[in-house]
Nanobody, 129 residues
Framework: QEQLVESGGGLVQPGGSLRLSCGASGFTLANYAIGWFRQAPGKEREAISCIRKSDSTTYYADSVQGRFTISRDKAKNTVYLQMDKLRPEDTAAYYC??????????????????????WGQGTQVTVSS
């Protein structure tokens, strides 16, 4: 069965770090652009980062630029989102999605609710003292 699975969420104090993983089963992530999205309670889902498949160009939302880093590990068929200097406003369910190269663009122009080829089930991140 082809699916994306996120992991690595949890409870962390403000200023702390987490690393989210987006793993694939049944297909190769290196053949896809990968986006990370998040949805806080009562808010719309928003795109926060993306990595292209061809040259691994990365994009970030202004709200996470300089604090979050997206990367690939082709050998592990996994894409990571390293989140540092976390803030309470980063609290949300985090999702990854996979689709063609067109998916990745300056984050403000990305579709946050599009029916991409694959969506994960989400992982919860809570930033609180």
């Amino acid at each position: 069965q082809e699916q994306l699975v996120e992991s690595g969420g949890g409870l962390v104090q403000p200023g702390g770090s987490l690393r989210l993983s987006c793993g694939a089963s049944g297909f190769t992530l290196a053949n896809y652009a990968i986006g990370w999205f998040r949805q806080a309670p009562g808010k719309e889902r928003e795109a926060i980062s993306c990595i292209r498949k061809s040259d691994s160009t990365t994009y970030y939302a202004d709200s996470v630029q300089g604090r979050f880093t997206i990367s690939r590990d082709k050998a592990k068929n996994t894409v990571y989102l390293q989140m540092d200097k976390l803030r309470p406003e980063d609290t949300a369910a985090y999702y990854c999605a996979a689709d063609g190269e067109w998916m990745c663009a300056p984050v403000a122009t990305m579709y946050s609710t599009y029916d991409y080829d694959y969506w994960g089930q989400g992982t919860q991140v809570t930033v609180s003292s």
